[in-house]
Structures are given as structure tokens and as C-alpha cells.
């Protein structure tokens, strides 16, 4: 195996949900198979990553000043849905249950993994509660040790002493898991079935 194609190869498996052999029949299929594909394929990849960044209000993937879902007029600002991955926004998106903004963290608190609150999209989100327009924050966080534990700092950190509802979903989704994956039946009674957040 040529040393350049192990670079590929090697590349490939580094996203996720790619295995060794994944990566290997991608590779062979842009430089063997279909080369014509690889010229394509930078110039999408070099076009998104020019046009494409992290909204500032809400981490949602953006093109403009923010992201579409936070421009639109028809979208309640006092609902936000806190997530930790854009992936869970596109989830709920194509359920169509939900109303209101998002806030996506990038991920959730991990000591373990030195993953701290600097890591995470808390800033933003500590101006928008101080901006005085959120009534409600419906956390939407994995169900997991990670996430309750998100879950609390958010409510005793940024929230505490404030009027803002804190909710949190969870009827539905099994422990351990993820918005990501979810049906749109089960985020929506999800969402329908979410209770206040008491820390």
C-alpha cells in the first residue's frame, strides 16, 4: 500500500462511524474508482468550510450573521431547546415538533474526558438567559451520567436565582441515549412529556 493512500485511508477512518474497511473503500473509490469525484469533492469541502460557521447565538451551523432557525420571525425566541450536537438540532428539526430556538453546546461536561465548562458553548449561552428574552430552557441532553451532570450545572451555575423553567425531556428515550437517533414519535412525546428540572 502506497504511503500516500494510507494518509487517506487514515483520514477517512478518523470520521465518524468509519471502520478500517469503510475508510479503505472510500479511498479506493476516489482515486481509483471514480478520481473524477476527488476534484468535486475538495471544492465542496473547501466552500463549506468557507461559508460554513458556528452561529454565535446559538453553536447551530450558520452561513449569515446567525442561523436560520434563530432569524426566523415565526421561531419563539423564549423557548430554547439546549442540545449538545447540531445532529440532535437536524433530529428534532425533522420531527417538527418543537417551536422555539436551540442552543447546542458541542458536547457535554466529561471531567473524566477534560471536557470542562470552558470547552462547552456556556458562554453564549449565560448571554442569551442574561438578555432577559428566554422564559424557558428545555434541556435535551443524553441521558446519561454526562448529561445529568450538564444538566445540574446549567441549573445551578446560569440559571439558579433567575425566573427562567427549566425542563428536561427524557420520557421516551432509553438511558444511555441520544436525540440523534430517536424517532420523531418518541422525541415527540419527549418533548410533551417534559418535566421541570429541579436540579
Known sequence: MSSAFAKVQKLFKQLPGLGYRSAERIALHLLVEKPELKGELIAVLQEAAA??????????????????????????KELVC????????????????????????????????GV???QLNFAALEQRLA?????????????DIEGEATCHYIQETLVAGSAIRVSRIGFGLPSGGGLTYADSATLRSA?????????
Open 82 to 113: 439546549v442540545v449538545e450536537h447540531v445532529s440532535d438540532v437536524w433530529a428534532m428539526e425533522r420531527s417538527g415538533v418543537f417551536r422555539g430556538t436551540y442552543h447546542v453546546l458541542h458536547g457535554k461536561l466529561s471531567p473524566i474526558h
Open 131 to 143: 438578555s432577559g428574552e428566554v422564559a424557558e430552557l428545555i434541556l435535551a441532553l443524553g441521558n
Open 51 to 76: 461559508k460554513i460557521k458556528r452561529c454565535p447565538v446559538t453553536g447551530n451551523l450558520s452561513e449569515g450573521d446567525v442561523c436560520d432557525i434563530y432569524a426566523d420571525p415565526k421561531r419563539s
Open 191 to 199: 418533548l410533551e412529556g417534559r418535566r421541570d428540572f429541579n436540579g
Open 116 to 118: 470542562g465548562p470552558e
